[in-house]
């Protein structure tokens, strides 16, 4: 494990060019985000559970690879959301530097319960998708610069939350949404995220051992 410094204006700026160049899921980010949003105000005939899966089963699609959704799994993420829905919505327009210590124990409530259910990966990425300037993406390249790696599925909300405190003094250092050019910050650093540790165009970047190149790209979003 490492600790990743924080990136500079220059460093976010390189990396989202990098990022564009080459990485075409920026697309399907800013369709899911648009997605959700539509549900949420109802505009759509999609519940917002309905459009986190089927967002995910694309965005996400290495994990149901391996665990192929049950007839009862959109149920279960409209579940989550619903049991969860008061602190999510609290956290819906918050930025992330406004976070703190009151925030730890429902995050690591929610972030288990959506892990449970999506995996670890798979949970951050529905959870930034619910409050996109609050919680941050990860995979398992990421968390494991961050965090050490991941543990078993239902035991990484306090790696997330130890990767959410790092994001936010990232963020604040960066400027936030004006150091990455008016852009969400959490967006960016996690362009900044993959261009360092994970991949771009398929292609393993820094730092990585051959075991951890081929973990990453046989199980990257598991």
């Given at each position: 494990m490492v600790h990743p410094r924080c990136p500079g204006r220059a460093d976010l700026a390189h990396a989202h060019d990098v990022f564009r160049e080459h990485e075409s899921r920026d697309l399907v980010?800013?369709?899911a985000i648009a997605l959700v949003r539509l549900a949420e105000a109802?505009?759509?005939d999609l519940t917002v559970g309905e459009a986190l899966a089927v967002l995910l089963r694309t965005w996400n699609?290495?994990?149901y690879r391996y665990h192929p959704p049950g007839t009862g799994h959109y149920a279960e993420v409209e579940a989550l959301i619903e049991t969860q829905?008061?602190?999510l919505e609290s956290v819906t327009h918050r930025g992330i530097a406004s976070f703190t210590d009151l925030d730890e124990q429902p995050l690591r409530t929610v972030f288990t319960?959506?892990?449970m259910a999506l995996g670890p990966v798979g949970a951050a990425k529905a959870l930034h998708l619910l409050a996109p300037c609050f919680m941050p993406l990860?995979?398992?390249a990421i968390a494991a610069k961050y965090t050490g790696g991941l543990g078993r599925t239902g035991t990484n909300a306090g790696r997330y939350l130890r990767f959410m405190q790092a994001t936010r003094e990232q963020s604040i250092e960066a400027g936030g949404d004006a150091g990455a050019a008016g852009r969400n910050i959490l967006k960016t650093l996690d362009e900044y995220n993959c261009y360092?540790?994970?991949?771009?165009?398929g292609r393993a970047v820094t730092n990585m051992s051959p075991a951890q190149t081929v973990?990453?790209?046989t199980d990257q979003a598991r």
């Open positions: 980010y800013r369709a109802g505009t759509v699609s290495a994990y829905g008061a602190w319960g959506f892990e990860w995979d398992r360092m540790f994970t991949k771009v165009d973990m990453i790209l």
